[in-house]
T-cell receptor, first 114, second 113 residues
């Protein structure tokens, strides 16, 4: 079956703009979580959604938001972009949520803010 | 809250030599433990996981890890390194209640011919 699909793969934005990233989970998976990966901070948890409900949120400013649709696809939005938001954004899908069920990661969206 | 410490940000091994990557965790509840591998410009691929049961866990590509509760460790090993093992490896911890993975800082493995 198809894996986790993230679009776009690469994105260049200007400071102050906003951006929306998309994640399509594996068919049948209802949990989608998002992570930010940077050389300085490593992999940091952004938020997790299950059946359209946010169950957990990491320590990121309110400029970072997300949502999940009824088909389990998820989007994350970053408003008023800052240079420090440049990162690889990874999406992970799982059946019930990470823990005792495996999380499958997409290839990520590489966001560059200039 | 859970956290993970990976000892050594870079490990260099000769082809055919033992690969040992160290991971220690902190968790207030029984943890779920994972090792992921990341190749350049790729996402994360699960190597193996520990949830409950047998403490020696076998994963893909010849990797295995042992959960040692008394040492709060989950070290990853592979008896014989291959050139294709060159990548970055992440240890992660989770529990059943917060639906997130907490990752270590990662260890980059280089394999010398």
């Amino acid at each position: 079956k198809a894996g986790v699909t993230q679009t776009p793969r690469y994105l260049i934005k200007t400071r102050g703009q906003q951006v929306t990233l998309s994640c399509s989970p594996i068919s049948g998976h209802r949990s989608v979580s998002w992570y930010q990966q940077t050389p300085g901070q490593g992999l940091q948890f952004l938020f997790e959604y299950f059946s359209e409900t946010q169950r957990n949120k990491g320590n990121f400013p309110g400029r970072f938001s997300g949502r999940q649709f009824s088909n389990s696809r998820s989007e994350m939005n970053v408003s008023t972009l800052e240079l420090g938001d440049s990162a690889l954004y990874l999406c992970a899908s799982s059946d019930q949520g990470v823990g005792n069920t495996e999380a499958f990661f997409g290839q990520g969206t590489r966001l560059t803010v200039v | 809250a859970q956290s993970v410490t990976q000892l050594g940000s870079h490990v260099s091994v000769s082809e055919g030599a033992l690969v040992l990557l160290r991971c220690n965790y902190s968790s207030s509840v029984p943890p779920y433990l994972f090792w992921y591998v990341q190749y350049p410009n790729q996402g994360l691929q699960l190597l193996l996981k520990y949830t409950t049961g047998a403490t020696l866990v076998k994963g893909i590509n010849g990797f295995e890890a042992e959960f040692k509760k008394s040492e709060t460790s989950f070290h990853l090993t592979k008896p014989s390194a291959h050139m294709s093992d060159a990548a970055e490896y992440f240890c992660a911890v989770s529990d059943s209640n917060d639906y997130k993975l907490s990752f270590g800082a990662g260890t980059t493995v280089t394999v010398r011919a």
